[in-house]
Every structure is written in C-alpha cells, then in structure tokens.
C-alpha cells in the first residue's frame, strides 16, 4: 500500500441540529454489518462538543451518506465533571457483543489555548446507542502525563487491551508571551479495558523542532507486524500533516512519515490535514481524517491504491 487517493469530503448538511453548528472532528469507524458508521465531535453555538454519526455506504469508490443521528451519542457531563465542556470520539472496540467507545472529555482552561483532557468510556450494545461507563475518567494525568491524555486507540491483541494515547507533558510561553503544548504518543495495556496500566513508554517521540504528536491510529496486518498513522506539528510550517511508522511489537516503533500515503491538497485540506482513523471494509483499505481548520466543513475519505 504505497499511498491513498481521496474520493470524497463530507459536508456538514445545512439542516442540522443546532448542537452541530459547525465541525465533524476526529472521524471515528466503526464497521457494522454491510455499512459503516462514522463518529465525530461537533460544536454548539457555545463551540461545546457532543458526538454524533453519519451512515457511510462504500462501493470501492463510490461514496455515499446516509442518515445523520438524529440525537447526539454522547453530551458534556455536568458542572465540573472531566466532560463538562465536551466530548470526543476516539475509537471504537467490540468485546463480548458490546461495542466500547473510547472518548475524550475536554475543559476549558484559564487562559486560551489552555485545556484539559482526559479519557473516558460509553459502551453500546448495538453499536448506535452509547451509555457513560462512569461520570469519573479511566484515565486521567499522572506522573507520566502530568498536563492530559487524549485521544487514545484501543484495540485487543491475543487478549490484552492495547493502547497509543497522546500524553501532555508541558505548556510552555512562546515569545509573543502565548502558550504552546507539548504532547506526543506513549502506550498503555489493560485486562479488562477499563483499568489501564502505563509506565511512560514512548510509542512516537518528537523529532527536533516538533511541539505536538496526536491522534495515533494501529492496525495489525496478518504477519503480526504493526503499523501507525499519526498527526503531527510540522516544525517548518508549524501545520498538522499526517505521519507513519512500523512496528514489529505494537510497542516499539519506527518513525516514516515520508511513508504516510497523504498530504494535502488544494479542496478541503489545503492549509492543513490530521487525526487518520484507518479501517477495511469490502476488501479496501480506507481512511478518513480531517483537514482545514480542525474539520470544520467535515471530514475527507480516502481509499488506499495497492
């Protein structure tokens, strides 16, 4: 699979709920039977985030879109809790006939761009309808993440749960006197997908320059090799690309980004492009992702050439 060629973008329907005011950000599959759902985070007139979903049907290259949920997936949590002022998709796990979602639950910080985050889970028994597993996160700062987590794939390897999160490991002041994260990848394992066992190994490190690594996506090919594609800050044009790396154990990788089979493009993506979610459907290799502004009119589909 040498590189991807984009077939669709999806816009955001100009009759949508008023809590879909713009965005369909971090684009999350989830494969069910003869279709394909896509997850994302949209944002209210408050630019608060709930999750919702949109029916993808494929046919090689053709793209088309059915219904749009008519309520949200997931909302903010109440006043306070780690959720309050939105929520994120990340990926989707099916374990004993029940579908875990992985979320993020975001905050406001202070002062802009601060933020905190840290992951939870809903879980569904249809893949549709998804229920929060607890008001309080799986998984929160420590002493390996001392600033947030988020955006964390999940999925089960000869019976553990694995993990790539993006782990925060500083905010610092620009010379302009504005902040600046820092996070890359680190890994994760769990029994049971709820408790999460983490010792600060790094899965995708920064090359120099770089201040920000995030949305890693795993897929495991049938030589029980690894492979990873991820979102990072490129340190010349300090803009999100979408990078690449292998790996012969899910835990140790080799970076390639020059690897990655995308980049952007003069439609959707042009400034921008990030937060790849992978997936097979029908025989073909598919991705969809996000471009200009953080997926603001949607989020683009692409399918690999062999």
Not at 61 to 72: D, G, I, R
């Amino acid at each position: 699979m040498d590189y991807v060629e984009k077939i669709a973008f999806y816009c955001l329907p100009d009759a949508r709920p008023t809590r879909a005011r713009s965005h369909a950000q971090l684009p999350t599959a989830l494969v069910l039977s003869g279709k394909v759902s896509i997850f994302f985070a949209s944002r209210d007139l408050n630019k608060h985030l709930s999750v919702d979903f949109v029916g993808l049907l494929l046919d090689g290259e053709k793209v088309n879109f059915s219904e749009y949920s008519a309520q949200p997936v997931l909302t903010p949590g109440g006043i306070g809790c780690f959720d309050e002022h939105g929520v994120f998709p990340a990926s989707i796990v099916k374990s004993n006939e029940k579908y875990f979602m992985y979320y993020i639950g975001w905050n406001q910080g202070v002062e802009a761009p601060l933020f905190y985050a840290s992951i939870g889970v809903a879980i569904s028994q249809d893949g549709e309808h998804f229920v929060k597993h607890s008001l309080a996160p799986i998984m929160s700062r420590s002493a390996y993440d001392p600033c947030l987590v988020t955006s964390p794939h999940v999925y089960i390897d000869k019976g553990i749960w694995r993990m790539t999160y993006v782990s925060g490991t500083a905010w610092s002041r620009k010379s302009d006197g504005t902040l600046q994260s820092h996070y890359h990848i680190k890994y994760a394992e769990s029994r049971n997908g709820i408790d999460w066992e983490r010792d600060g190994s790094v899965a995708i490190d920064f090359s120099p320059g770089e201040t920000n690594i995030a949305r890693s996506w795993v897929t495991k090919l049938s030589d029980n090799s690894y492979k990873m594609w991820f979102s990072f800050v490129n340190a010349t044009i300090g803009r999100y690309r979408i990078g690449y790396a292998e790996s012969t154990d899910g835990k140790f990788w080799n970076r390639n980004d020059a690897k990655s089979g995308i980049d952007v493009d003069d439609a959707q993506a042009r400034d921008m492009i990030c937060y790849p979610c992978v997936f097979d459907f029908c025989n073909k290799r598919y991705m969809v992702y996000n471009g200009d502004s953080f997926g603001k009119n949607g989020f683009g589909i692409a399918v690999w050439i062999d």
